[in-house]
């Protein structure tokens, strides 16, 4: 659906968007250093993992001898995030519709895949959170309008928060249990 030069802009802006991401989320970790004992993930948002020594040495262009010899340099979060972005596009993920013509979701395809891409996953959070109708956006404003009318607009608006948030969440209240 998209022309060349527009998927070559889409892979752009989405490198630029990981990599402003990364930035503002990374840890300056040497992979090299043998006293390097933290578990300081390379992205310092969700799960802590514990960094591998070895596991982004191939980006750099070292190699285990040069691992052994004890070099210390810093692998740059921007090859991290071009080799992540690189086996992201070969990753040949899932069909929209699977063969017996259900609905594949890509939440769980993120769910199995997520450790694999964590910058990506960064992102795609972001947007996967974006509701894809203004509906849910329409029900609060309606609920608003119906806890501050012409004979409660004096209330605070933190008060107008709380009330609001009760009401969408009344749900999740056990109205029987004894105060």
């Given amino acids: 659906m998209l022309s060349d030069d527009d998927i070559i802009k889409l892979w752009g802006d989405i490198h630029g968007a990981v990599l402003s991401i990364a930035?503002?989320?990374?840890?300056v970790v040497d992979v090299n250093d043998e006293t390097n004992t933290s578990t300081a993930p390379i992205v310092a948002r969700g799960r802590p993992r514990p960094v591998n020594k070895r596991e982004y040495c191939f980006i750099a262009g070292s190699s285990d001898e040069e691992d052994e010899a004890g070099s210390t340099e810093?692998?740059?979060?921007?090859?991290?995030?071009?080799?992540?972005?690189?086996?992201f596009k070969s990753c040949r993920g899932i069909p929209l519709i699977s063969h017996d013509s259900t609905f594949s979701c890509?939440?769980?395809?993120?769910?199995?895949?997520?450790?694999?891409?964590?910058?990506?996953?960064?992102?795609?959070k972001?947007?996967?959170?974006?509701p894809s109708t203004s509906a849910p956006s329409e029900?609060?404003?309606?609920?608003?309008?119906?806890?501050?009318?012409?004979?409660?607009?004096r209330l605070d608006p933190d008060t107008v928060n709380l009330l609001i948030?009760?009401?969408?969440n009344k749900?999740?209240?056990?109205?029987?249990v004894p105060v």
């Fill in 165 to 168: 948030y009760l009401r969408g």
């Fill in 23 to 27: 930035e503002g989320l990374s840890v």
């Fill in 139 to 153: 029900r609060v404003f309606s609920a608003a309008a119906n806890v501050v009318d012409k004979k409660r607009v």
């Fill in 126 to 130: 972001r947007v996967l959170a974006i």
């Fill in 171 to 176: 749900r999740f209240v056990d109205w029987d």
């Fill in 74 to 87: 810093n692998v740059p979060l921007t090859l991290i995030v071009e080799d992540e972005l690189k086996r």
């Fill in 106 to 124: 890509p939440l769980l395809w993120w769910k199995q895949n997520h450790k694999s891409y964590p910058n990506v996953w960064e992102l795609a």
